[in-house]
Each structure stands twice: as C-alpha cells, then as structure tokens.
Nanobody, 115 residues
Framework: QVQLVESGGGLVQPGGSLNLSCAVS????????MGWYRQAPGEQRELVAR???????DYAESVKGRFTISRDNAKNTAWMQMNSLKPEDTAVYYC?????????WGRGTQVTVSS
C-alpha cells in the first residue's frame, strides 16, 4: 500500500524559512510526478510546485523565486524549501505523488506564517 508521509511544517515568522519533506513508501513501481499543494481555510486546494521524475519543475506564480522543489528518486523522497515566507503562505500543505498512473496524497502538514 502506497503511503506518503510529510514533515517539516510549523510556525514561522514572516521572512522565515521552512523545508518540507515527503517520503513515499510501499511502491513497487517508479514514482512519476511529485508535487506540493496547499489549502487555506475557505479556499480550494491549489498547486504550489511539482517536479517530474527527470527533475523538471514548475511553480505557482505566487511562489516563484521563493520556493524550490527537489527530489531524490533513489530515496522516493521530495522536498520543498520555502524561503521569504509570507502570511498568505499559511495553509495545510499536501504532498502528491503519481505512482503507476494513480494519484496519492499525504495527510498534510500545517504551515503558519505569523508574527
């Protein structure tokens, strides 16, 4: 059974940094795209960043230049380094992975940016 486990969320002041990680277990197949989505209260879930198996990444306009997504295929793990955090980045962040053409989601990790 494929499972995604996120870690690294927390409370940070504006301008601060956090590094989220997502470890995938239980997969007998190669993991295709991996990504991070977020959902703020009362809002729809939105794509933040995603990365292909080959390492090609794309980002939401709101985080370009501040967030960096990366992955290690041998470790079935992805990370997202978040710098220059803003209050509007506050949300639950969910990891997503496509394994054998099936979408899997983590349970989410809370990121709160506040002074």
């Amino acid at each position: 059974q494929v499972q995604l486990v996120e870690s690294g969320g927390g409370l940070v002041q504006p301008g601060g940094s956090l590094n989220l990680s997502c470890a995938v277990s239980g997969s007998n197949f190669g993991i295709n795209a991996m990504g991070w989505y977020r959902q703020a209260p009362g809002e729809q879930r939105e794509l933040v960043a995603r990365i292909s198996r080959a390492g090609s990444a794309d980002y939401a306009e709101s985080v370009k230049g501040r967030f960096t997504i990366s992955r290690d295929n041998a470790k079935n793990t992805a990370w997202m380094q978040m710098n220059s955090l803003k209050p509007e980045d506050t949300a639950v962040y969910y990891c997503n992975a496509i394994v054998d053409f099936v979408n899997y989601w983590g349970r989410g990790t809370q990121v709160t940016v506040s002074s």
